[in-house]
Nanobody
Framework: QVQLVESGGGSVETGGSLRLSCVASGDTTSNYCMAWFRQAPGKEREGVATISQSGVKSFDSNYAGAVKGRFIIIQDNRKKTTYLQMNNLQPEDTAMYFC????????????????WGQGTQVTVSS
């Protein structure tokens, strides 16, 4: 079982930046996929970014169109931490952000992630 704890959320103005962190503990592996999702009030949960690694291969990352070019997902295996660097934040980025974990290096936003964090709130004011 993998436990995830997010942090780093907060309130910023339009154009600002935040870096979210997701620390994993428990039975992590070298063949995995990590993801960030978000859910705004009254809206469906949506995928933001994924990052995966299989063995010693390089990381493979993917982004939702709405954040591509503004957000960067970074994995630090030594710290078992996944970061989401969010730049040029916009009011539509306001949401609760969750990180998620699954075994296996192939994943999409529709994959079955078996571990989820409790979420961290991001609020962007105009």
């Amino acid at each position: 079982q993998v436990q995830l704890v997010e942090s780093g959320g907060g309130s910023v103005e339009t154009g600002g930046s935040l870096r979210l962190s997701c620390v994993a503990s428990g039975d992590t592996t070298s063949n995995y996929c990590m993801a960030w999702f978000r859910q705004a009030p009254g809206k469906e949960r949506e995928g933001v970014a994924t990052i995966s690694q299989s063995g010693v291969k390089s990381f493979d990352s993917n982004y939702a169109g709405a954040v591509k070019g503004r957000f960067i997902i970074i994995q630090d295996n030594r710290k078992k931490t996944t970061y989401l660097q969010m730049n040029n934040l916009q009011p539509e980025d306001t949401a609760m952000y969750f990180c998620a974990f699954k075994t296996g290096s192939f994943c999409t936003f529709a994959s079955s992630f078996r571990s989820w964090g409790q979420g961290t709130q991001v609020t962007v004011s105009s």
